[in-house]
């Protein structure tokens, strides 16, 4: 295998192949009679193959001085896929914690495989809502293709999963599954009824007495008549707040037990089933999150994890907005009756909420699933404030100029009258925005606006600039994400 390193070492292949401007070591991989290594050239990263073997037969590439260089496409990685099995994502079920790390350029998983090697923590380095994709003019098998090559890169072989995430509709989750991902987020807002917060209790009462009366007595007799025991968790049920808990989650518990008897159960193979009740106006008491959990056990539905909806804020980008001490007993309720149900508490929103991930992995005992997403996007921009200041310049005007159309996509009390104007900051103070919640908040929910946006001849405004300096220091890139991911499982307790 050294034999191929050494080639390119000393100019054999450089000579064929453009320039080679780095040699990933760690992805050096011997199939058989078949030797791969990555590289990075000025065209482009790709893929080496020596030997011979149906490995070398089926990679897709053109053939100079007797090795094929391979293109890291969709259809290459299918057979990488299939020669090297823990190149393909798998399901992790819950005995293990889990980060889901939400790559939005497919290109961090390399910094977080560094990241998360050798801890007791596993990575979903695949995770992708539909919003996400449409925002970024990527696809699920993008999403794939990128977290597979990471793994190969990496020579990364302890198993990562792939998440579609937060998915509402059928076709959006048979879409997911058809290619192999091995976790599902079922985003239930839409099925949950977030106006009964906002009435009076008697308002309540008109409404409930509309269900009909065999529904009411059933959650009556199961609810009020005998209290729950649940090891570590507070629960309180009165009448009233059973009621309001009824007509907000009733619809949305028979959308879970029909995706699940019609997608997971039906599946010949694991895949990690996760309930979200997060993405909505109101609060999940500790009380609401039992009856839906107890409900789908009633139901036979097995899940790997439930994302409630935490009192305070987990706005994106930033720490939690909030009462701890309300937060600390919440979650202690919370992560019991998760532990209860033997499935794991999943927070979502998860990144930068540093006040809090002690609590988490104390209240938890460390076995938890955690989503991150934007934070990887800033450490992103972080680098290009560095060493690209007249592009991050352009991007922070730009993303000043369509803030407001950005917030139609995510929740954000952001003050941009509070960040300091471009003018008044100097090339080497730029990295500073990144520590300032309404700088990072801005930059953070106009990535799609950014990474989409045009010039008039339709050439890309900023995303070509922005990829070749990523490419360019993707070392840099790669230290930000141990360094600010690493903190996360610093203080998570991993």
């Known amino acids: 295998m050294i034999e191929l390193i050494e080639a390119v070492r000393t100019g054999n292949i450089r ?15 011997q199939v058989g009679d078949t030797t791969l290594l990555m590289v990075r050239t000025t065209e482009g990263k790709r893929l080496l193959v020596s030997g011979t073997g149906e490995l070398f037969d089926q990679l897709q590439g053109e ?31 819950t005995q293990v914690a889990t980060m889901g790390l939400g790559d939005r350029l497919g290109i961090a998983s390399p910094g977080h495989i ?20 449409a925002l970024t003019g990527r696809t699920y098998e993008d999403v794939l293709d990128a977290a597979a090559y990471a793994v190969l890169q990496e020579g990364y072989k302890d198993g990562y999963g792939a998440d579609g995430d937060h998915l509402k509709k059928e076709a959006d ?46 959650y009556e007799e199961r609810y009020l008549q005998t209290a729950p025991n649940v090891p570590g968790a507070t629960l ?28 997971i159960a039906t599946l010949d193979r694991a895949v990690d089933f996760e309930i979200s009740i997060d993405e909505t106006a109101t609060p999940t008491s500790p009380e609401a999150h039992y009856l839906v959990a107890n409900e789908l056990r009633e139901r036979g539905v097995t899940i790997f994890s439930m994302a409630p909806r935490f009192c305070g804020e ?30 794991k508490l999943s927070i979502h929103s998860g990144s930068d909420k540093f006040s809090v991930f002690p609590l988490i992995g104390q209240y938890t005992n460390g076995l938890f699933h955690i989503k991150t997403a934007g934070t990887n996007w800033l450490e992103a921009v972080r680098v290009i404030a560095k060493v690209n200041p007249s592009l991050y310049r352009r991007m922070h005007q730009f993303a000043l100029d369509h803030f407001v159309e950005a917030t139609a996509y995510y929740h954000v009390t952001t003050d941009i009258n509070a960040i300091v104007p471009l003018a008044e900051v100097t090339d080497s103070q730029l990295p500073d925005y990144m520590e300032e919640n309404n700088a990072r908040q801005l930059l953070h929910i106009t990535y799609g606006l ?34 600010h991911i690493g903190r996360h499982l610093t203080l998570l307790g991993k």
Do not use: W
């Open 314 to 343: 987990f706005q994106k980008g930033i720490d939690y907005i909030g009462d701890i001490a309300q937060f600390e007993r919440e979650l202690a309720s919370h992560a019991a009756i998760a532990v209860h149900f033997e499935y």
């Open 173 to 218: 989750i048979e879409y997911a599954l058809r290619l192999g991902f091995t976790m599902l987020t079922l985003d239930c807002s839409e099925n949950i009824d977030n106006t009964i917060e906002s009435l009076s209790t008697a308002e309540i009462a008109a409404k409930y007495a509309e269900l009909p009366a065999s529904l009411r007595s059933y």
């Open 236 to 263: 309180a049920y009165t009448a009233e707040a059973l009621q309001k808990d009824v007509l907000i989650y009733d619809a949305a518990i028979n959308f879970m037990e029909a995706i699940f008897r019609r997608y």
């Open 114 to 133: 560094q990241t998360l090697r050798g801890k007791d923590i596993r990575p979903v380095l695949a995770q992708q809502s539909i919003r996400e994709l």
């Open 63 to 93: 053939i100079v001085a007797g090795v094929k260089i391979a293109r890291l496409s969709h259809a290459n990685r299918l057979v990488i896929n299939h020669f090297l099995p823990y190149t393909a994502p798998q399901a992790f079920g």
């Open 15 to 29: 000579e064929l192949n453009s320039n080679v401007v780095k040699v990933y070591e760690t992805s050096l991989t």
């Open 450 to 483: 950014l990474l989409q946006a045009k010039n008039a001849d339709g050439s890309a405004m900023f995303a070509d600039d922005f990829f070749q300096t990523m490419a360019d220091q993707e070392d840099a890139f790669a230290e930000g994400l141990r360094h």
